[in-house]
């Protein structure tokens, strides 16, 4: 709703015989106008972007609400070994994460109460940080290749 807003913002404040959409200047205006937040969150969100800090940028900024979450299961135990060892070595990292990406499901951000909760293992960024959308899935028995995750002792099967 807020991105519709604002492009009809833009629509209504430029002459529509003056509007190309492939001019970079609108662009501009469009996602300036769309991403405007308060002064701080403003200042903050532009520090983080600036430095190029995607997990900063991710924490000042919420594009969706209903966020999915990327587990890195057992798909192929020796890379999921391998990377589980990497990321508990040098927590998350881009290179990780572009590793791991083939060998992750996406879910839906699970609450503390979840059956699954118990089973994901959080990423360290560094400074006693960590991932809020990364994880890493303790309990190998529980994924099939196949099927997906399968909990114990609940209905639910989680195919991704």
């Avoid at 403003?42 to 609400?65: C, M, V, W």
């Avoid at 209903?66 to 057992?74: A, D, G, H, M, Q």
Wanted: with cysteine; aromatic share 10%.
């Amino acid at each position: 709703g807020q991105a519709a807003q604002v492009a009809r913002v833009l629509l209504k404040n430029r002459l529509r015989k003056d509007l190309n959409i492939n001019d970079p200047i609108l662009f501009q205006d469009y996602y300036r106008q769309l991403y405007s937040v308060t002064d701080l969150e403003k200042q903050e969100l532009s520090k983080a972007i600036r430095l190029g800090d995607f997990s900063a940028t991710s924490h000042h900024y919420k594009l969706i609400p209903n966020r999915t979450i990327n587990v890195l299961v057992p798909y192929e135990l020796e890379i999921f070994m391998e990377l589980q060892s990497e990321a508990r070595t040098t927590g998350l990292t881009s290179k990780w994460i572009s590793k791991a990406r083939p060998f992750s499901v996406g879910l839906f951000k699970p609450n503390a109460k979840d059956s699954v909760s118990i089973y994901l293992d959080k990423i360290s960024l560094g400074r006693n940080s960590f991932s809020d959308d990364w994880f890493i899935y303790l309990a190998h028995e529980h994924y099939c290749n196949d099927v997906g995750l399968i909990l114990p002792d609940s209905n639910d099967c989680l195919i991704a």
